[in-house]
């Protein structure tokens, strides 16, 4: 079925390190493909998105690319900061049924 | 636009009462969802309406739950009687349909249950 398979955290680093999320999917077709942030206390946020294979997407720094052979979309920041302490959400437009299919999230800790 | 808006951000009821959360959608937006987020389930979507109408109601975990959509700019989420384990983050969003996917939430409700 449609899924988003997405890396456990919690990821711990410090600041200045360099940031990868896991983040595979299983869907039909081709989906649009997204990455959400949750800071704490708040909603999910759009952090980025790529629309068809081979698209980046980039935003504050964070960026992921569509990679349709291997159904992946792994977000990725060359030097994070304590304030990217958040919980990032992978997930997928299921257009046809008009929902977002969302992974579990990943926890990342930024310390100093 | 002042984005999403849901009330109360915080409610604490009693088990056994009846709790409303409200969702003011973006304007124009015709497209609205219902999640709720726990620490053991995550993000699960509970029912969403496009066009003031429930087109997917599959998430809703039992007939203690019911939403309404009685116009464009407003919708409720009840559940009666209230159960602890019902206490979560609720979350509205929204959609602009078209040819739009980007969904907006709101800051969520936290409910808890005692």
Redesign the interface.
């Known amino acids: 079925g449609n899924s988003v398979t997405q890396m456990e955290g919690p990821v711990t680093l410090s600041e200045e390190a360099f940031l990868t999320i896991n983040c595979t999917y299983t869907a039909t077709g081709y989906p ?1 493909l ?1 990455w ?1 942030v949750q800071y704490p206390g ?5 952090l980025l ?1 790529a ?1 068809k294979a081979d698209d980046k997407g980039s935003n504050k720094g964070f960026e992921a690319t569509y990679r349709k052979e291997t159904t992946s979309f792994h977000l990725e920041k060359g030097s994070v900061q304590v304030s990217d302490s958040a919980v990032y ?1 992978c997930a997928f ?1 299921f ?1 046809g ?4 299919i ?1 992974g ?2 990943t926890r990342l800790a930024v310390h100093p | 636009d002042a984005g ?1 808006i849901q009330s109360p951000r915080h409610e604490v009821t009693e088990m056994g009462q009846e709790v409303t959360l409200r969702c003011k959608p973006i304007s124009g937006h015709n ?1 609205l ?1 219902w999640y709720r987020q726990t620490m053991m389930r ?2 699960e ?1 509970l029912i ?1 309406f ?1 066009n003031n109408v429930p ?2 109601d599959s998430g809703m975990p039992e007939d203690r739950f019911s939403a309404k959509m009685p116009n464009a700019s407003f919708s409720t989420l009840k559940i009666q009687p209230s159960e602890p384990r019902d206490s979560a983050v609720y ?1 509205c ?1 929204t ?1 602009a349909g078209g040819s739009t ?8 409700t936290r409910l808890t249950v005692l």
Request: hydrophobic share 40%; aromatic share 26%; proline share 2%.
């Open positions: 649009s997204f959400y708040e909603g999910l946020q759009l998105k629309t959400f437009y257009g049924y008009n929902k977002l969302f579990a999230g | 999403v497209s969802f995550g993000l979507l969403y496009n087109i997917d979350f969003a959609l996917d980007t969904q907006y939430f709101g800051p969520g």
